[in-house]
Structures are given as structure tokens and as C-alpha cells.
């Protein structure tokens, strides 16, 4: 039986790690932080002050192995050198109000192969981005005021490790489902390296936020190998910005 997305990410990194240079953080468990405001899906880090212990995080596992309030920790955005991430809806065409899931699912478009050597990294980290804001935006269909509802249905499991996988996502996140105001703002631990966009797909794709096929197509796109991932990765040292082998290209 072949282990789950998360389990192979996981040894992959582990594998590695030694080899990692400085400025490439390996992967770490951290609390997020999502939020919404009008259209837009805020996710952001959470890691405790380094006070000598006084800092952590509620609602999620603590990074620094210390315990304290969301009030006394703070946050590292994700993207460029804010590290922030802010996804989102682009355009009205992305909505599927009226369509079911299936028939969503089925007219996405596949991603295109490698994406071409003369590319720059400022170009593939755009691409991947817009990618990733095309069939998020399409979840962010259902708001209510400042209230993000993804809608949300369970994938064909076939194995219990994939079904535990859904449930509690690559992080423990909770289970899928159309979050209050409260979950929405509630700290959520995940694994995360601080940086590429693919990680925080897995993320939300493992933790049944988004379609499965999401994370398929990524899979497909790296010939199915998370060592494929992790090369690149490795020798990206550049904050905010990917390894040319790590961009997605939307088909037109």
C-alpha cells in the first residue's frame, strides 16, 4: 500500500534536511491563522515571540514547545519577504454557483508540462500563484459579509490512510465543513516550509478543503516523485520566490 501524500512529503524531508542549505527551512509544524475580509482569504503563520519562553500560540501546537495566547505570539507572513498570503477571487467566470462539484472538476483545465528553462523565478512563483487563485477564487463563491464558506465534498476514498488524510488533513486540521466566523479566525497547526505555494495546496487539499483532484495534478505535473519536489526546493535560498522546476502553467 503506497502511504499517503503527507507521509511521503514527510520522509522526503527528513531525508534531506541535512542537505538543505541555510536559508531553506526544512518542514515545520506552525498554527495558521486564516481570516477574511470582504473577497479576499487571508492565511497566515502564527510563531511565538522568542522571549525566553513566555511566547506560543492557542488553538494550535506551539512551535517553541511553550504555551500562551494568540495575543502574545506573532506572525510571519508567508509570501515575498512579508511572507503573507492573500488569495483572492479573481473573476466572476471562476464561479460555480449553479454547477456541481463533478462538473466543476471535470472542466478544469490540466496544467501544462515543465515549464520552460528560460523562465525566471519571479515568472514561475506569478504562475503558480495565478494558478493556485483560479480554483481557490471558484471556492469563495459562498460569502456571507466577512464570513468565508467553502463549500466542501468528501473525495472516493479507497484506503483508511487517505480517509484519516481527509479528516484531519496534513496538519490535524478538523475536518472539512462550511467554517464560522469563529473557525475562522481559531489558530489551525499545519506543515509548512515557509514559503512555496504547493505546500500550502497540499494543505488545503489534505485537509479537504479543495477537490482531490487539486492535489493529483500536482502529483502528475512532478512525475509523481516528492524527491522531485524536494531537489528543487533545495536549492531554492531565495525567500519568496520558486525553483523554475516548481511552476505550474494554467493551459489557455
Known amino acids: 500500500m503506497e502511504p499517503p501524500v503527507r507521509v511521503r512529503i514527510q520522509d522526503a524531508y527528513e531525508r534531506i534536511k ?9 518542514v515545520v509544524k506552525v498554527p495558521l491563522s486564516i481570516w477574511t475580509h470582504n473577497t479576499k482569504l487571508h492565511i497566515n ?26 495575543g502574545q505570539a506573532s506572525t510571519r507572513q508567508v509570501a515575498n519577504q512579508s511572507r503573507q498570503v492573500t488569495l483572492c477571487k479573481r473573476n466572476s ?4 454557483t449553479r454547477r456541481s ?8 483545465p490540466a496544467p501544462a508540462a515543465h515549464c ?10 506569478a504562475a503558480l500563484r495565478g494558478w493556485l487563485e483560479t480554483w481557490l477564487g471558484a471556492e469563495l463563491t459562498k460569502l ?20 484519516d488524510e481527509w479528516m484531519h488533513g496534513i496538519g490535524g486540521n478538523k475536518p472539512a465543513k462550511n467554517f464560522t466566523a469563529d473557525d475562522i479566525r481559531a489558530c489551525k497547526s499545519t506543515y509548512s516550509r515557509r514559503k512555496p505555494l504547493w505546500t500550502l495546496m497540499a494543505t488545503l487539499v489534505n485537509s479537504g478543503k479543495a477537490p482531490a483532484w487539486v492535489i493529483t495534478k500536482i502529483e502528475h ?20 520566490s520558486l525553483h523554475e522546476d516548481l511552476c505550474i502553467v494554467r493551459a489557455q
Not at 467566470?93 to 460555480?96: A, G, I, N, P
Open 18 to 26: 541535512a542537505d538543505i542549505p541555510v536559508g531553506v527551512n526544512p
Open 45 to 70: 503563520e502564527i510563531e511565538p515571540m522568542d522571549t525566553g519562553g513566555g511566547g506560543g500560540t492557542a488553538g494550535g501546537t506551539t512551535t517553541g514547545g511553550t504555551t500562551g495566547t494568540t
Open 93 to 96: 467566470r471562476y464561479e460555480r
Open 101 to 108: 462539484d463533478k462538473d466543476y472538476c471535470a472542466a478544469q
Open 116 to 125: 520552460a528553462g528560460s523562465r525566471t523565478r519571479d515568472s514561475s512563483a
Open 144 to 163: 456571507n459579509g466577512n464570513i468565508c464558506r467553502i463549500a466542501v465534498q468528501p473525495p472516493r476514498m479507497a484506503t483508511p490512510d487517505q480517509v
Open 221 to 240: 505535473h512532478y512525475k509523481g516523485s516528492v524527491l522531485n519536489i524536494t531537489a528543487a526546493i533545495k536549492q531554492d535560498t531565495i525567500m519568496g
